[in-house]
């Protein structure tokens, strides 16, 4: 046996306190860290992994702090392996982390669970896709600095594209990587430290870095899968025919595997609107622009995505329930959407309320609503089974439905029965 100067402690067996203690170590990955905002700067961060990796699957990052930058930048090398010892193991902070400490060397993240990750940058994103656009090279100011920017298209074996903005140094090294392969070369990337912007698009940090055709199980699985799906291409369809399968029923609709689509897959559903209900109002004041919910001062208003603005406008917001012959659901139909079905604007409407319970109370408009069947393409925003109107078809327009998805109940009133003038709330009427 060696001596206790030659034992070396595993990142899996470091707890938190330990100061006398030795690593043998290989730094996959080493980046300066600051704040952009302020160039701010934090300290020298790596990802170390240690001879356990293959049985444990540990890392850890690890930080030079700014003072002692100096002595350590030149002596630290990415892929060298070290003895490290005299260092101190602190709480994992709870921003901007390239690793969880548990997990593998790339923690990849799937494409469809992104949205969970917009805005939390307490855990950054790994991702890898094969590389089907590059931008130029070009300059922008980014809070009063000139900075490089990139950006790329990444698709994932399922064939959703996912955009990737770079900044700095790691644009411009990326572009150039790239331009240097040929713009007809197949490439599989894989971007490390990535922020998340949408569901559908990435950004670079300052602990970012990027990996073209990585010799790793990962990135090799996945091409040869992208071989495969090259030798045996799936006949593309015409959106005609794209159309005329996205059919669904009210049931089907209630038991779609979210794995199965995403926020940008539409369907089609017959039905007949039953109720509206407007306990918690009909309308809402949003931006002109983008739509989105205000909020406001007298004779201030500020949109959270546009900023300011001067004169915000009333959105339809209905929460319907519709049936067809499967069963009943609530679908939400907003603005626009709203304002074609209903065939005036909600500013017209709230021009006309007199009374505060009118708030709350149906138009005749959209009271005229019920029983009425339409074919609506309908989306899931948030893949949680809480569907939307997109669109209304026109029938002449869309492919006949199944005979499964074709059949909405009949609304019929009973012999003598009437409709009341005016919804309140939910199964409430006004005699």
């Not at 644009?171 to 490390?192: N, P, Q």
């Not at 339809?316 to 012959?325: G, H, P, W």
């Not at 609530?330 to 708030?359: H, K, P, Q, R």
């Not at 059949?407 to 709330?425: A, H, T, W």
């Amino acid at each position: 046996m060696g001596s206790a100067e030659d034992v070396f402690t595993p990142l899996s067996q470091l707890k938190y306190g330990m100061d006398k203690c030795k690593v043998r170590v290989r730094i996959s990955r080493l980046w300066e860290s600051f704040n952009p905002k302020n160039d701010t700067l934090f300290g020298l961060d790596c990802l170390l992994i240690d001879d356990q990796v293959l049985h444990s699957g540990k890392t850890m990052q690890a930080r030079v702090e700014p003072g002692d930058i100096e002595r350590f930048e030149h002596r630290l090398v990415e892929g060298k392996v070290y003895a490290l010892s005299d260092f101190h193991v602190d709480v994992q902070r709870d921003y901007y982390m390239s690793c969880s400490n548990e997990w593998t060397i790339f923690e990849f993240v799937n494409f469809k669970d992104l949205r969970s990750r917009c805005g939390d940058n307490s855990l950054l994103t790994d991702i890898l896709g094969h590389v089907v656009g590059v931008g130029g090279l070009h300059e922008v100011t980014k809070r009063s600095r000139v900075i490089e920017i990139c950006n790329a298209s990444i698709r994932d074996l399922r064939g959703k594209v996912l955009g990737v903005t770079l900044y700095g140094d790691i644009a411009s090294g990326f572009a150039e990587d790239m331009a240097e392969k040929g713009k007809d070369a197949s490439v599989v990337a894989v971007f490390a430290g990535m922020s998340v912007d949408s569901s559908s698009s990435v950004c670079s940090t300052t602990s970012s870095e990027y990996y073209l055709d990585l010799e790793m199980p990962e990135v090799q699985e996945f091409r040869a899968n992208l071989r495969i799906q090259k030798a045996n291409p799936v006949p593309k369809k015409t959106p005609a025919q794209k159309l005329a399968e996205s059919w669904r029923t009210i049931e089907q609709l209630k038991n779609l595997d979210p794995e199965e689509y995403d926020e940008d897959t539409t369907f089609l559903c017959r039905v007949s609107l039953i109720d509206i209900d407007c306990s918690n109002g009909w309308c809402y004041l949003g931006c002109d622009t983008c739509q989105k919910s205000m909020y406001g001062a007298p004779r201030k208003y500020k949109c959270a995505r546009c900023g300011p603005i001067k004169r915000p406008v009333q959105w339809y917001k209905l929460k319907a329930k519709v049936e067809d012959a499967t069963g009943t659901m609530d679908l939400m139909i907003f603005c626009e959407v709203a304002e074609e079905l209903v065939g005036v604007s909600a500013e017209e409407l709230v021009g006309n309320i007199e009374e505060d319970d009118e708030w709350y109370a149906l138009p005749d408009e959209i009271d005229d609503l019920i029983g009425s069947t339409h074919t609506f393409q309908v989306f899931d925003k948030y893949v949680n089974g809480s569907f939307a109107v997109r669109s209304i078809m026109d029938d002449a327009s869309v492919p006949a439905p199944p005979s499964a998805a074709s059949q909405c109940k009949e609304v019929v009133d009973p012999e003598g029965s009437q409709k009341p003038n005016k919804r309140l709330r939910g199964d409430d009427s006004i005699n």
